[in-house]
Nanobody, 121 residues
Framework: QVQLVESGGGVVQAGGSLRLSCAAS????????MGWYHQAPGKQRELVAR???????AYAESVKGRFTISRDNAKNTVYLQMNSLKPEDTGVYYC???????????????WGKGTLVTVSS
């Protein structure tokens, strides 16, 4: 019904930048919160940043001042601008969205399949 597709991952040197994108498609009535999560090798998935449909944002302490989350509501797309990348930022980045599905009308969270970011030292 609803698909989230991430893009923009890759290999970058420490101090570099990447921009991730996540586009939601399908039977979407509305999207409330959209967020990015990071799963480092051998660790649990953790919240990196989230943004409401009104533009309110929240960040993990570890990325404050380096990462910026934004969204284009008309395109059902969320972005994550990652600057000053560190080796510990390496891992898979997953997109999550709280979606109200059009028909039947109900709400639930959806996940993308993830995009790999590798930061070399």
């Amino acid at each position: 019904q609803v698909q989230l597709v991430e893009s923009g991952g890759g290999v970058v040197q420490a101090g570099g930048s990447l921009r991730l994108s996540c586009a939601a498609s399908g039977s979407i009535f509305s999207i409330n919160v959209m967020g990015w999560y990071h799963q480092a090798p051998g660790k649990q998935r953790e919240l990196v940043a989230r943004i409401t449909n009104g533009g309110n944002t929240a960040y993990a302490e570890s990325v404050k001042g380096r990462f910026t989350i934004s969204r284009d509501n008309a395109k059902n797309t969320v972005y994550l601008q990652m600057n000053s990348l560190k080796p510990e930022d390496t891992g898979v980045y997953y997109c999550n969205a709280d979606v109200v599905v059009s028909f039947p009308r109900y709400g639930r969270g959806f996940w993308g399949k993830g995009t790999l970011v590798t930061v070399s030292s």
